[in-house]
């Protein structure tokens, strides 16, 4: 699979560096005691997060979705795409606010609830969801396709059988007619 070729290298929206800004603010308002934290979120919050985004990345391929982040402990997952099951997009208050969106992915066979990966920020996220959607169904309808059958010549060869087992059972059926029944 490593030699799939890329369709789509999804590209994450910098207003997302916000979003994680302004949401751990939040959260530290709302716990009142990490309030004195907050300039010192703000500095470190700004390093991190656009380390984060540099780390993040999402190619669609033909038969797979490639995800990679982390900035020290680095998750890439390859999702295949006739297991995906569903795309959904989720945009809160504050993401509509910022014309961001996150896309979560959810697979069949999934042991945990919720989303096997979340991405929050891909620019065009609809757009990269419908590829991926599109990409899933022409990999479906490849795998359901009829398998063709092989040439006549291997055909030939069975036939030829076929046709010696014929044989054998009307010469056995033949001595069976002619053989007297024991009374």
């Known amino acids: 699979m490593s030699d799939d070729k890329v369709l789509w290298k999804a ?7 916000s979003y994680w800004l302004l949401s751990g603010t939040i959260v530290m308002l709302c716990t009142i005691v990490l309030i004195p934290l907050i300039p010192v979120w703000f500095v470190l919050g700004l390093l991190v997060t656009d380390r984060y985004l540099k780390s993040c990345s999402c190619e669609l391929t033909e038969r797979s979705l490639k995800v990679g982040k982390g900035i020290l402990v680095r998750t890439e997952k390859t999702v295949p795409l006739d297991r995906i099951t569903d795309l959904g997009l989720v945009q809160g208050p504050i993401m509509r606010m910022l014309d961001i969106e996150a896309l979560s992915v959810e697979t069949a066979g999934q042991s945990s609830q919720g989303s096997l990966v979340q991405l929050t920020g891909i620019r065009n996220g609809r757009d990269f969801r419908d590829a ?18 092989p040439d006549a010549g291997i055909d030939a060869s069975a036939g030829q059988t076929l046709v010696e087992i014929r044989d054998i059972l009307r010469r056995m059926e033949s001595r069976l007619d002619q053989s007297p029944i024991d009374a």
């Open 11 to 17: 590209e994450f929206n910098p207003k997302v560096k």
């Open 132 to 149: 991926v959607l599109e990409q899933r169904d022409r990999v479906s309808i490849q795998e359901s396709a009829p398998v063709q059958t």
